[in-house]
């Protein structure tokens, strides 16, 4: 099993969760890395996902943070493979609230809302208890999330 890392808006810096759970559980992990960080393009992101899963292969679990969350559940959406065996969603921001920069993220603004056909674990504001930073990653999927 591989994990792909997709962190948020200006990646996760060495202090965030992603970043620890990498270095310290995950050292094999793959880290997208798309060109538009602090400006945000679908595209963009879609075609380093793509390079990622491509470099894991097969067994693919993805780790996915704020922004990252849609990113995943778009290319999840629109590609087409087998290589995927999971998603662990955190925090995958409201798109709908007033406080999310539409004008920043215009590729990340109208997202539909779409099944998603991998097994994953809910956001963790929905899970009575979420997820800690200090805990290793939960693999086992529990319920099939929808991209929001």
Sequence with gaps: MTFVIVPGL????????????ETSWLPQAIRIEP???TTPDLDDWSKAISTA??????????IAHSLG????GQW?????????RGAFLVA??????PTFPSALLPTFASLPATPLD????PPAASQPTGPSP?????VKATSTPRAT
Excluded: I, K, M, Y
């Excluded at 200090?134 to 939960?138: E, H, T």
């Design 53 to 62: 899963v491509g470099r894991a292969g097969s067994d693919v679990v993805f």
């Design 76 to 84: 999840l959406t629109s590609v087409r493979t087998n290589a995927v």
């Design 134 to 138: 200090s805990s290793p990653p939960a």
């Design 10 to 21: 200006d990646g996760s810096d060495e202090r965030h969760w992603q970043s620890e759970w």
């Design 92 to 97: 995958p921001p409201d798109q709908l609230a």
């Design 35 to 37: 060109s538009s960080w």
């Design 69 to 72: 969350c849609h990113a995943v």
């Design 118 to 121: 991998v097994p994953g674990v």
